[in-house]
Structures are given as C-alpha cells and as structure tokens.
C-alpha cells in the first residue's frame, strides 16, 4: 500500500500546474526547513526524556526512587 514512483510524478506534474514553476522551488525550501525543524525538536524532546530517564535509580526491591537533586 505504498506510494509508488507513477504517484509521485503525477503529485509533482499537479503541483507544477497549480503552483507554477516560480513558487514550486520556494515551497520545497519551506518544506524542508519544517521537516529538520520538527527532527530537531524531536531530538531535543528524546534527549530531554533520556536525561530524565537516566537520572531515576531502581532499589533491587523495584521500588523508584526520585532524582537526585543537585
């Protein structure tokens, strides 16, 4: 149920026609920048979520015990 290549092009060939060649380049720039925005807010929020992960200890007996303060 993927996406194949006769798909693509018939995407690209319709947004060349609705958007012209003039714009077409200029929302390809702004797509891009979105998606590394969104990847590197995803990488902080992972990084931020493995810190906090990192600073929890486990007691043998299971119980949690919180962050070290400090």
């Known amino acids: 149920m993927g996406i194949g290549p006769m798909e693509v092009f018939i995407v690209l060939v319709g947004a060349l026609i609705i958007f012209g060649p003039k714009k077409l380049p200029e929302m390809g720039r702004s797509l891009g920048k979105a998606i590394r ?30 962050p070290k303060s400090g």
């Not at 931020?48 to 600073?55: C, P, Q």
Request: aromatic share 4%; hydrophobic share 25%; glycine share 4%.
């Open 37 to 66: 925005e969104f990847k590197s807010v995803g990488n902080d929020i992972q990084d931020e979520i493995t810190k906090a992960t990192d600073d929890i200890d486990i007691d043998p007996d299971k119980t949690i015990k919180p």
